[in-house]
């Protein structure tokens, strides 16, 4: 099992950049396909970028394409999502996922469905003013 904690967020202008944070805590991080995913006001949470257990293969929502990039830091139990360029719509809460790969995985599978996760962190709130 995994727990997860998100940080990082904050308000910013729009066109500023903001990097999130998310560290697991228990053994094996590498195992793990990591996303995140958030979640406006009246809204459904929403997919936003996976990244591989090995780091080599990424997903990207098609509304932070180019904007946003995922990584994650196997040495330290960590993934991050850099937002740049960031618009008042990418308002939200968001949410750091992980889960457990399939023993036929070499590496490179990601996924974008939230119940392709089995855990969820707490969520950080990001906040962009016009």
């Known amino acids: 099992q995994v727990q997860l904690l998100a940080s990082g967020g904050g308000l910013v202008q729009t066109g500023d950049s903001l990097r999130l944070s998310c560290v697991a805590s228990g053994r094996a991080f590498s195992n793990y396909v990591m996303g995140w995913f958030r979640q406006a006001p009246g809204n459904v949470r929403e997919f936003v970028s996976s990244?591989?257990?090995?780091?080599?293969?990424?997903a990207y929502a098609e509304s932070v394409q180019g904007r946003f990039t995922i990584s994650r830091d196997n040495a330290k139990n960590t993934v991050y999502l850099q937002m740049s360029a960031m618009k008042p719509e990418d308002t939200a809460l968001y949410f750091c996922a992980a889960r457990m790969t399939e023993p036929f995985d070499s590496g490179s599978f990601v996924y974008r469905r939230l119940n392709d996760y089995s855990y969820w962190g707490q969520g950080t709130q990001v906040t962009v003013s016009s």
């Open positions: 990244i591989s257990r090995n780091g080599e293969n990424t």
